[in-house]
Each structure stands twice: as structure tokens, then as C-alpha cells.
């Protein structure tokens, strides 16, 4: 197998700092259960930025050095393991969850793969995706054909790209267990990057009656005028159910519970190593719930995105900012430039 260009992080010789290079590395022959991919799509995430720019302290213990990161990927199958079953062919248009579970704990058996001790994460501690070529698990792979046949293979790539990113959203506001979801709520989304676009987009699909997202980018509000949420600037007075936090901006969040609709809930998607002090007897009396979340992989997220992507119901294309060469991706990642979208790596040009 040829060796391919990849963005490795690693420590700089001169000490704990972690930078990024390009680096020849020869992808792994795919074990029994394991799919060697050809990477089509790679999106940069808030955490990729992370990793490459400090000495790893917000995801310490998270991942592991020399990492190829990479977690919000789309490609194509280019070769099987010995017991990969028939229904993945080569060629099949796929992406991958990026924690893989050991299959065999209680959190696995349930379908929290993020509370597995023995799991491994895609781009965090085992090789990901800023390369061409990935080998990957069979255990969490998805196709989405159904979205390349109707979009075509280059755009319907580019949304596989984003699906990692609306996992978030999707695991925190739809799984049961933290809430009691119902149409009709009036949602507030604090930030539009990709996170909190994804956010917004399911809370409308998902039959809210409001969607207002605060956002103080005046270049956002207007690339998102079409948007089916509401872009405003200033946090608004009215009441929200639900207040999801993707900003990780503390100010704007404890103004923002004084909006919160009695028995609302507050949810936070960002992460942030700072400490936010809440007004707790504002929760008591309003009877306010908060919570947040550090797995995206339950059960269904993937596959109901997936069907939702394909049934053209969300607008992810609107978040796609630019599609940039690995070169560009390593000076993005060394500059903190942070787009006005998702950035997505492209090996097979835009
Ligand atoms: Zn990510
Ligand atoms: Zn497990």
C-alpha cells in the first residue's frame, strides 16, 4: 500500500507544545472486521483545534500523541476484511462513528459506547481521517447511499461530512432518558457555528414553534438569512423551553436563564475548561433543569440523521463554509482561523 500525505500532531521537539505536520503515513491493511476507506471528506472540528494548539489541556486523557486526527469524515469503501459481510461493497459511500465500544461491557450493550473503558475513539486515540486512507471498524460504519442517490456523490459526501457534527446536537435534545421531547416548544439556541446550526435545524425539524439563534457574527446572521431559524444579535426577553448553549460564552449563558420558560431546560454543547457560576435559586424556583453531554453515538443518532439528510429535511449545505487542500488545513489548524461554517478537507478537489 502506498504511504499518503497526512496531518500528524505530535509534541514539538522543543518541548509540550503540540503542532502539526505533514506527514507521509502508509495506511493499515484492514484486519476480519475492519473496511479500509478512501477518505473523500474531512471536516476540522472545534476539538481538532484544541488538540493542535495547546498542550491537549481541555482533552487531556482524551487523545494520544502522534495522533492523525480526524473524526467528522465521509469516503468510500476500497477494501474488505475476511469477514466483513456481503452487504458492504466496495465502493459504498460511508462514515463512521467515531467511538468504537468494546461491544461487550453494560454502557456498549446499552448503547453508551462513550462510557466504555476499552473503546476507542477515530481521531482521537486511534488513527482518523486527515488522511486518504482510513481502516476502520465495520462495528459503528454507516452507508449513506441514501444520500449520495440523491444528491450525487460530491454534495451527498460533503453532508456524510457533517453528520459526526449533528450526532451532537441530536444525542442531547432527542434521547429520552434527558428529556421529554415534544413539538410545539419555543427553542433558543445560544451560537451558530456548526454545532449550534445543527441544533437549530433538528429543533425545527423536530416541530418546535420557535427557533431563534443568537449570534454575534454579523457575517453569520446574513450568510444564514435563509435559514429556517430566526438570527438575532442580542439575547431576546421573551421565554424559551429550552435553551441549548453552544457557545460556551458563561456571560451569555447566565443571562440567558433569567429567559428560560418555567420547567425549561438549559443544555450545554459547548466545552470549555472555564468554570461558570449558575444562580441556583433561580433553578429552584423556576424548576429549571440543566445538563450536558460527552457522547454522541446512541442508538439511533446516526441512522435518523442519516434518513433525515436523505430525505432532504435539514440544511446542512448552508453550514459549509469552505473545502480546503490538507496543506491549507495544516496552516488553518496552525492559525486558529476558525471559518464562518464548517471547513472540510477535500481529497478529491471541491
Ligand atoms: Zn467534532
Ligand atoms: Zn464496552
Known amino acids: 500500500m502506498k504511504s499518503n500525505e497526512s496531518i500528524v500532531l505530535d509534541f514539538a521537539s522543543s518541548g509540550k507544545k503540540v503542532s502539526a505536520k505533514i506527514v507521509y503515513v502508509t495506511p493499515r491493511k484492514p484486519r476480519d472486521n475492519e ?16 488538540m493542535a494548539n495547546n498542550s491537549g489541556k481541555r482533552y487531556q486523557g482524551v487523545f494520544q500523541l502522534p495522533l492523525v486526527p480526524g473524526h467528522e469524515f465521509s469516503g468510500v469503501i476500497v477494501e474488505k476484511g475476511k469477514t466483513v459481510s456481503r452487504e458492504w461493497e466496495i465502493g459504498e459511500p460511508v462514515i463512521s462513528e467515531e467511538t468504537i465500544g468494546c461491544g461487550m461491557c453494560n454502557y456498549c450493550k446499552v448503547g ?24 476502520v471498524s465495520v462495528n459503528r460504519l454507516w452507508s449513506i447511499k441514501s444520500i449520495t442517490d440523491v444528491f450525487g456523490k460530491s454534495l451527498g459526501l460533503k453532508l456524510g461530512a457533517l453528520i459526526q457534527p449533528y450526532s451532537i446536537p441530536y444525542s442531547a435534545i432527542f434521547d429520552g432518558s434527558r428529556n421529554n421531547w415534544k413539538p ?61 448553549d453552544s457557545t460556551g460564552d458563561f456571560e451569555l449563558i447566565k443571562k440567558s436563564v433569567s429567559i428560560a420558560a ?58 459549509i463554509d469552505q473545502v480546503v487542500s490538507l496543506q491549507k488545513a495544516k496552516t488553518i489548524l496552525e492559525k486558529q482561523r476558525k471559518g464562518k461554517g464548517k471547513i472540510l478537507i477535500g481529497f478529491e478537489g471541491k
Open 35 to 50: 473496511v479500509l476507506i478512501k477518505v473523500s471528506f474531512c471536516g476540522i472540528c472545534g476539538s481538532d483545534f484544541a
Open 112 to 135: 453508551k459506547f462513550h462510557f466504555c473503558t476499552n473503546s476507542k475513539k477515530i481521531g482521537f486515540t486511534i488513527p482518523g481521517a486527515y488522511t486518504q486512507y482510513v481502516t
Open 184 to 244: 410545539g416548544k419555543n427553542i433558543l439556541v445560544l451560537g451558530c457555528g456548526p454545532i449550534g446550526f445543527a441544533a437549530a435545524d433538528l429543533c425545527f425539524v423536530a416541530g418546535a414553534a420557535r427557533v431563534v439563534v443568537v449570534e454575534k457574527d454579523s457575517e453569520k446572521i446574513k450568510k444564514f438569512k435563509k435559514f429556517s431559524a430566526k438570527i438575532v444579535s442580542e439575547l431576546p426577553t421573551n421565554k424559551f423551553d429550552y435553551i441549548i
Open 262 to 319: 418555567p420547567f425549561g431546560t438549559l443544555i450545554s454543547l459547548s466545552r470549555t475548561s472555564k468554570k461558570i457560576e449558575l444562580d441556583t435559586e433561580n433553578f429552584a424556583r423556576q424548576n429549571l433543569c440543566f445538563y450536558s453531554i460527552d457522547g454522541n453515538s446512541l442508538l439511533e443518532t446516526y441512522p435518523n440523521i442519516i434518513q433525515l439528510m436523505a430525505a432532504n429535511r435539514l440544511s446542512g449545505k448552508m453550514i
